[in-house]
């Protein structure tokens, strides 16, 4: 047994389709639909967000050495980050991706860049009525 999706223990977890339908489900779409909308919605965008590794750094730029960096914020920081964001009707999500939007405008030098992010959604259209779950 788990929680339940509102935090109700002894709900049993639901059962899931199995991935095959979701893959056949997608197989049926038409792709020269999403075509039309990633051309449309990229329109203007002639090349890719120029990244500092993609060119020779100007002299300011470069470094002597790279590396992995990571940091934890302190907690006042996070929820000052949260109590913002909900003050715009933003996610924290949607606010760290606006600060990555600035960051790499300032590294590429262009006023636009062109980024993705992944998710792990199924639309709508894949959902079964219960008891099945999405596909």
Known sequence: MRRGPLG?????PRRRRPFREY?????RQDTGAAVRHWRQALDGFTAPTPLPWDRKPSARRQSSSTG??????????TESLIRTAREHRLTLNTLVQGAWALLLSRYAGQDDVCFGATRSIRPRSCRVPRPSSAC
């Open 8 to 12: 109700r223990a002894g709900v049993p």
């Open 23 to 27: 893959a056949a489900w997608l197989a």
């Open 68 to 77: 992995r960096l990571s940091r934890a914020l302190p907690a006042p920081v």
